[in-house]
């Protein structure tokens, strides 16, 4: 059932202060992570009452529904943050307004987005989606490929690279959601040597924003507890 207006407000306020809890007990600077309010299947009235308390920066994972939300609420107030899978067709309706990529796996797409970002828009922010756990059912490029994808990328104007995302396989053991991130971090880290724009690290949702927190999150997408259960599509 979804939030209603003061709800999502209160939620807010929760969220940011579990963050900023987690950020002092593994000794992080608050300030330097951000909460993306996961929107996908959410109505642009809840989208507003998080804007309203502040939250400026939405994921949205299917892009039909998140070009029209777009093209509702405009981009003046917000930061829109694509963080789905991404087919090749649907390449230029994303890059042509949204502000951030998450998803980026492989070279076809990135090609196809760089192609399609227009001429009077910065370049495109992205992040290269690792499958840090060779799961068959997820996207994102094998953690062994990812420099090669990496250089692909810079080669486009039109991208800037920022870093890795990681969606690990579900873990209820503290130890072993650690161990995932911790790799993501040490791929982060890795291209963070060759490549100066790379400074993010997109990872951790409710269920494991504790350890995304310790193991470096920059960016944490949080949905559910912000906006109530999603709807089905």
Known sequence: MSNSTNEISEALKTV???ITRLAEKYDRDPDTINLLAVSKTKPVEQIKAASAS??????ENYPDEGVE???VLGKESFE???IGAIQSRKAAGITQHFDWVHSVDRLKVASRLAMSRPANLPALQICLQVNIDNEPSKSGVAP?????LAEQCAQFEQL???GVMAIPKPQTDFKLQRDAFRRVRELQESLKQQFPTVDTLSMGM?????????EGATIVRVGTAIFGARATR
């Open 16 to 18: 940011r202060t579990d």
């Open 54 to 59: 502040g939250q400026i920066a939405f994921g």
């Open 69 to 71: 939300k777009i093209g």
């Open 80 to 82: 829109w943050h694509f």
């Open 144 to 148: 062994e490929q990812i420099l090669e």
């Open 160 to 162: 800037n690279l920022r």
């Open 206 to 214: 409710s269920a494991d924003l504790e350890a995304a927190i310790a």
